[in-house]
């Protein structure tokens, strides 16, 4: 009998791994659905089934936040700031900034020379950009950079060069006298200076484009009996118009932000020269604030408007070339 209480533990025992096999198996259950044992300390070990964050992707969020922080800092806190300073004393003052005279024919002028440049440089721009991509001359690798000249030239350096040829002492003057024309300190110096430096725009965004669709289009309207004139508006510039548009588009505001060839060039005489650029700079350092804010915030929205009408054809020239490949 005293072996009893020894089966009996013995017994109590098995019925114990029983026991201990049942809560095994009441316990049991899909592998990710098991609890995390606790540490020693009282602490849950890491789930090795949690997911790991990917260094490259906080790599990839800290750059798009560094990169908006930048253009935060650089160019949407300005320009809230502007808009903060236009509007301080509400709109009435700004209205009435903008009906001055002088501020009328600035803005005036800058339309109507912005309008020259992109007319004359969509033209001659269509022009290179067929020349560069259809043609082959000796040259032509000088002519591809010269175009670019104006992005490289600073636009200061642009007006003095205009007026070494046009200017009191320039070689031009004798025979520009003779005609009675007078290009500097006068409408035509600012516009020179504003085809300058907008020349490159429409070249660079049509010559793409043109190289993308080939010749093969032309070709066959050649082949169908088309003329050049036909064959370019019927086949070339349907292919070519978004590209043009937004070529349009930088040239447009790039000529309505034109500042320093104009006023090395124009003189910046007030009626006579005066761009509305040149308008904000005078006002500002003859300290009538609110004349300068109220025409460089009617600046910044006109370039605001370009931008979104740029982006808008961009697009556009992409799902073409895309179509296209």
Same mark, same amino acid.
């Given at each position: 009998m005293p072996d009893s209480p020894g089966i009996g533990g013995r017994g109590s025992g098995v019925g114990g791994q029983g026991s201990g096999m049942g809560d095994r198996g009441a316990g =049991?259950?899909? /592998?990710?659905?098991? @609890?995390?044992? @606790?540490?020693?300390d009282g602490t849950s070990a890491p789930d090795p089934r949690s997911p790991i964050p990917d260094p490259r992707s906080l790599a990839q969020r800290g750059m798009i936040g560094g990169t908006w922080l930048y253009i935060g800092l650089l160019i949407l806190l300005p320009v809230a700031w502007l808009v903060r300073e236009t509007f301080r004393h509400g709109p009435g003052p700004v209205w009435e900034a903008l009906l001055a005279p002088e501020v009328r024919f600035a803005f005036w002028l800058t339309g109507m020379v912005s309008i020259v440049a992109v007319g004359v440089n969509t033209v001659f721009g269509i022009l290179l950009a067929w020349v560069l991509v259809r043609q082959r001359f000796a040259g032509k690798g000088l002519l591809n950079a010269v175009i670019d000249l104006p992005f490289a030239v600073s636009p200061v350096i642009a007006g003095y060069m205009l007026l070494l040829m046009f200017g009191a002492q320039g070689w031009m003057r004798a025979p520009l006298d003779a005609l009675g024309w007078r290009i500097a300190y006068a409408i035509p110096g600012v516009t020179l200076a504003t085809l300058f430096v907008s020349l490159p725009f429409v070249v660079r965004e049509v010559a793409p484009v043109l190289e993308e669709i080939g010749?093969? @289009?032309?070709?066959? *309207? =050649?082949?169908?009996?088309?003329? @050049?004139?036909?064959? &370019? &508006?019927? %086949? $070339?510039? /349907?292919?070519?118009?978004? #590209?043009? +548009?937004?070529? %349009? $588009?930088l040239t447009l505001a790039r000529s309505? #932000?034109?500042? #320093?060839? *104009? +006023? %090395?060039?124009? #003189?910046?005489?007030? &009626?006579?020269?005066?761009? *509305? $650029?040149?308008? %904000?700079?005078?006002?500002?350092?003859? &300290?009538?604030?609110?004349?300068a804010f109220a025409a460089a915030f009617v600046l910044a929205f006109v370039s605001f408007v370009t931008l979104l009408a740029s982006e808008l054809f961009r697009h556009k020239v992409q799902r073409d070339l895309g179509h296209a490949a």
């Open positions: =049991a259950g899909p /592998p990710h659905l098991q @609890p995390i044992p @606790p540490l020693g010749t093969d @289009p032309e070709e066959a *309207a =050649a082949t169908l009996g088309a003329g @050049p004139l036909t064959t &370019f &508006f019927r %086949v $070339t510039l /349907p292919s070519i118009r978004w #590209g043009l +548009l937004y070529g %349009v $588009t309505f #932000g034109e500042f #320093g060839a *104009a +006023l %090395v060039v124009g #003189g910046n005489i007030a &009626f006579q020269t005066q761009t *509305a $650029t040149q308008y %904000v700079n005078e006002q500002y350092q003859v &300290f009538n604030l609110q004349s």
